[in-house]
């Protein structure tokens, strides 16, 4: 079956450009959740939702960042104003169901370059 | 603080060797720990996890070995393959609150020569 996707895969923007990424979890996944990962770095957390409802946004690093899953299944993340220290490849996952040791299965993710 | 160290950052180890990755966590909160595998151009995808009440599990050719009083946990590798040439990636999680948002190490670049 079809695994987590995330589209674009690749995006160059300048700074000062939004730019939209946009992930499609695992069909009935009831979370999903949105991390960054710096090169060498393992990833890091910026915000997830049950369902449509977000969560918790406390990784996401300030306000120019803001995400949404309105009918409960793709999301996207939204970066404003983007700096060159938003580079990073953005990653999605998604997880059966929210209690228990569910599994988060990861996308390919989205390489953000911003010059 | 909510950290998970992990080393070595690079490893190299010769085809039928043992690979040993270690991790050390400070949150007391966490009750779970899995262990991620990442192919260049793929995301992380889950090797292997435990929960703090056992001391191993294994499953195949991967181990994890937990210490709760000292807080560390490894990840250990029999007859290493040139196929598990890969990063891995330790992580942790609590169950407090409603989602397991994981919090990961910062890899280790395993190459097993053949």
């Known amino acids: 079956g079809a695994g987590v996707s995330q589209s674009p895969r690749y995006k160059v923007t300048k700074r000062g450009q939004d730019v939209a990424l946009r992930c499609d979890p695992i069909?009935?996944?009831?979370?999903l959740y949105w991390y960054r990962q710096a090169l060498g770095q393992g990833p890091e957390f910026l915000t997830y939702?049950?369902?449509?409802?977000?969560?918790?946004k406390s990784g996401l690093p300030n306000d120019r960042f803001s995400a949404e899953r309105p009918e409960g299944s793709i999301s996207t993340l939204t970066i404003q104003r983007t700096e060159q220290r938003d580079s990073a490849m953005y990653r999605c996952?998604?997880?059966?169901?929210?209690?228990?040791?569910?599994?988060?299965?990861f996308g390919p993710g989205t390489r953000l370059t911003v010059t | 603080q909510q950290q998970v160290k992990q080393s070595p950052q690079s490893l190299i180890v010769q085809k039928g060797g043992i690979s040993i990755i270690n991790c050390a966590y400070e949150?007391?909160?966490?009750?779970?720990f899995p262990w991620y595998q990442q192919f260049p151009g793929k995301g992380p995808a889950l090797l292997i996890a435990?929960?703090?009440?056992?001391s191993e599990k294994k499953e195949g050719r991967f181990t994890i070995s937990f210490n709760k009083s000292a807080k560390q946990f490894s990840l250990h590798i029999m007859d290493s393959q040139p196929g598990d040439s890969a990063t891995y990636f330790c992580?942790?999680?609590?169950?407090?609150?409603?989602?397991?948002?994981?919090?990961f190490g910062s890899g280790t670049q395993l190459t097993v020569l053949p």
């Open positions: 949150n007391t909160a966490f009750d779970y």
């Open positions: 939702f049950n369902y449509e409802a977000q969560q918790d």
């Open positions: 069909s009935g996944h009831v979370s």
């Open positions: 992580a942790a999680s609590m169950s407090a609150g409603s989602a397991r948002q994981l919090t």
């Open positions: 996952a998604s997880s059966l169901a929210f209690r228990g040791d569910h599994e988060q299965y």
């Open positions: 435990i929960r703090p009440d056992v």
